[in-house]
Nanobody
Framework: QVQLVESGGGLVQAGGSLKLSCAAS????????MAWFRQAPGKEREFVAA????????LYADSVKGRFTISRDNAKSAVYLQMDSLKPEDTAVYYC????????????????WGQGTQVTVSS
């Protein structure tokens, strides 16, 4: 069983930056696609960004394109989300997820999720 643990959330002013990290308990994820999702209060969980195991495919939601950057370090079994130019509407709990298929992970259908980390952007 793979466990995913997110960290790096916090409170930041609009226009600021945060970097989220997702650490995996096993090196299995070096062969997995990984993604970040977020869920704001009263809203459904939504896709943010995804990266294939080889980094050959990187996908972003339109709402974060140009501001967020997903990256991964397979040697450390870790995935990151650099968030710049943050807006109040980015406020949400951010979740890390992963699995063998990029499309499955991007759709949110993977069985593996972290517990989430809170990001709050003040105006």
């Amino acid at each position: 069983q793979v466990q995913l643990v997110e960290s790096g959330g916090g409170l930041v002013q609009a226009g600021g930056s945060l970097k989220l990290s997702c650490a995996a308990s096993k090196r299995t994820i070096s062969n997995w696609a990984m993604a970040w999702f977020r869920q704001a209060p009263g809203k459904e969980r939504e896709f943010v960004a995804a990266v294939s195991w080889s980094r050959g495919s990187i996908l972003y939601a339109d709402s974060v394109k140009g501001r967020f950057t997903i990256s991964r370090d397979n040697a450390k079994s870790a995935v990151y989300l650099q968030m710049d130019s943050l807006k109040p509407e980015d406020t949400a709990v951010y979740y890390c997820t992963g699995g063998p298929s990029l499309m499955t992970v991007k759709s949110g259908a993977s069985a593996y999720w972290g517990q989430g980390t809170q990001v709050t952007v003040s105006s």
